[in-house]
């Protein structure tokens, strides 16, 4: 005879069963709401990440930039500077030239004076011109008596006539009375004549390359005036 099942066993049976589901059921939902939490936590890592690498990127391009910006002012400091030195070296080689070429016109007509009134010694002509240079230099002196003395060509113009004249250029120009006489001093060795007073202690030069030497300001700045005119 058969004998029916022990429901509360088939029962029993059957109530695990439901239980073992759930639980599957419930693990498979906590994996998977792990597994998206980690998915969720992952992405905003690699968004974090590639936020910061932006950042750092920006940050990157704009030092870059500033250091470039920086280069590009420091190079245009330098270039200036370069070029302002450049310049002023220029323009002190420029006025050495001036300077230099100055002097080599001074001298040329220094010399070419020199020797064109050389040239005139014992023409009527160099007769004034001598008898001037005596008259000024007396003018200079401001004594009763002055002694002259000259090279050796102009001691044989200096004769009783010239003194004459010179005696009354003197009292004409200033006014005194200067008895002038000539030297017993050996002849200068150089063109033009000195005057001296009878103790010997003044002397008033009046030697071509004298006059010349203290015309020369003068003279530069007559060469300077006609040679650069156009830059002033």
Same mark, same amino acid.
């Given at each position: 005879?058969?004998? #029916?099942?022990?429901?509360? +066993? ?6 695990n069963s439901n239980v073992m589901e759930v639980s599957s059921q419930g693990q498979a939902s ?11 936590? @992952? *992405?905003?890592?690699?968004?974090? &990440? ?6 750092? $990127? ?6 870059? @930039? +500033?250091? %470039? +910006? ?16 450049? =310049? ?10 001036? %300077? ?22 014992g023409n009527d002509m160099y007769r004034e011109v001598l008898i001037g240079w005596i008259v ?7 004594? !009763?008596? *002055?002694? =002259?003395?000259?090279?050796? @060509?102009?001691? *044989?113009?200096?004769? @009783? ?6 005696? &009354? ?7 005194? +009375?200067?008895?002038?006489? /000539? *030297?017993?001093? #050996?002849? /200068?060795? %150089? ?7 009878? !103790?010997?202690?003044? &002397? ?18 007559? =060469? ?5 005119? $156009?830059?002033?």
């Amino acid at each position: 005879m058969n004998r #029916p099942k022990d429901i509360t +066993s088939v029962a029993t049976d059957g109530g695990n069963s439901n239980v073992m589901e759930v639980s599957s059921q419930g693990q498979a939902s906590l994996i998977a709401s792990i597994e998206s939490d980690v998915q969720a936590e @992952e *992405a905003k890592i690699l968004q974090d &990440a590639a936020g910061q690498v932006s950042q750092r $990127e920006q940050y990157t391009d704009k030092k870059i @930039e +500033s250091m %470039l +910006s920086e280069a590009r002012q420091k190079a245009a400091r330098q270039g200036e500077m370069i070029r302002s030195k450049a =310049i002023s070296q220029a323009e002190l080689e420029i006025k050495r030239r001036r %300077l230099r070429a100055c002097n080599e016109i001074i001298c040329r007509i220094m010399s070419m004076v020199e020797q064109k009134l050389g040239l005139m010694i014992g023409n009527d002509m160099y007769r004034e011109v001598l008898i001037g240079w005596i008259v000024e230099a007396a003018l200079g002196l401001g004594v !009763n008596t *002055a002694m =002259i003395n000259a090279s050796t @060509e102009e001691r *044989a113009v200096i004769d @009783e006539s010239l003194v004459d004249e010179v005696q &009354a250029g003197i009292q004409q120009s200033g006014g005194l +009375s200067m008895t002038i006489r /000539l *030297a017993d001093e #050996p002849a /200068l060795a %150089l063109q033009g004549i000195i005057l001296t007073t009878e !103790n010997g202690r003044m &002397a008033y030069n009046n030697q071509v390359k004298t006059r010349l030497l203290r015309q020369q300001r003068d003279i530069q700045r007559l =060469i300077h005036d006609t040679l650069f005119a $156009e830059e002033q």
